[in-house]
Antibody, heavy 123, light 112 residues
């Protein structure tokens, strides 16, 4: 059974940093692209970042570009999201999501989703 | 970015009755290869979203055949032939033609 377990969320002040982690199991991690998607009450579902199977291709939403860094460690079956210069509008539940393919081209299919880790940015 | 819209945003349905949700994209989702890059996701109460339909009309594994989807280009529809109580939740359409993938605002389906 595919499992994605996020961790690292929490309460942080604006301008500070957080690092999210996602531990994957139940599939060959280095065969698949992975994504971060966030959900906030005010903005619905928003794709944040995607990384291809070996980490040499990464894409970001404009809203996080330059502040967030997505990476993966295939030896540890883990996905990461380093979030710097956090803003209140980054507050959301962050999901780790597996793709059905290995690249970042057309046809991304988000399946399955983890349970999410909550990030709250507030002073 | 491709903007996705849905209607209605909320739907209340009697069990056993049909339901229909529309999704419209600001650009055509029809790729040169003939596929429409439009997926549907369902987020049940208290759960993470789950894949329901991919590439316009293909049911994901385990999805009952009361769910069907159609459309092409910019206009798409998700239909539930006979709504059951387990179908409550928020339904999202999502385009995967371009990065960033973008989602519709969601349609909340409730049972009368």
């Amino acid at each position: 059974e595919v499992q994605l377990v996020e961790s690292g969320g929490g309460f942080v002040q604006p301008g500070r940093s957080l690092r999210l982690s996602c531990e994957a199991s139940g599939f060959t991690f280095n065969d698949y692209a992975m994504f971060w998607v966030r959900q906030s009450p005010g903005k619905g579902l928003e794709w944040v970042a995607g990384i291809n199977w070996n980490g040499d291709k990464i894409k970001y939403a404009d809203s996080v570009k330059g502040r967030f860094t997505c990476s993966r460690d295939n030896a540890k079956n883990s996905l990461y999201l380093q979030m710097d210069s956090l803003r209140p509008d980054d507050s959301a539940l962050y999901y780790c999501v597996k793709d059905v393919g290995s690249g970042l081209g057309a046809g991304v299919r988000l399946d399955p989703w983890g349970q999410g880790t909550l990030v709250t940015v507030s002073s | 970015d491709i903007v996705m819209t849905q209607s209605p945003l909320s739907l209340s349905v009697t069990p056993g009755e049909p339901a229909s949700i529309s999704c419209t994209s600001s650009q055509s989702l029809l790729h040169d290869n003939g596929f429409n890059y439009l997926d549907w996701y369902l987020q049940k109460p208290g759960q993470s979203p789950q894949l329901l339909i991919y590439l316009r009309s293909n049911r994901a594994s385990g999805v009952p055949d009361r769910f069907s989807a159609s459309g092409s280009g910019t206009d798409f529809t998700l239909k539930i032939s006979k709504v059951e109580t387990e179908d409550v939740g928020v339904y999202y359409c999502m385009q995967s033609l371009q990065t960033p993938v973008t989602f519709g605002p969601g349609t909340r389906v409730q049972i009368k």
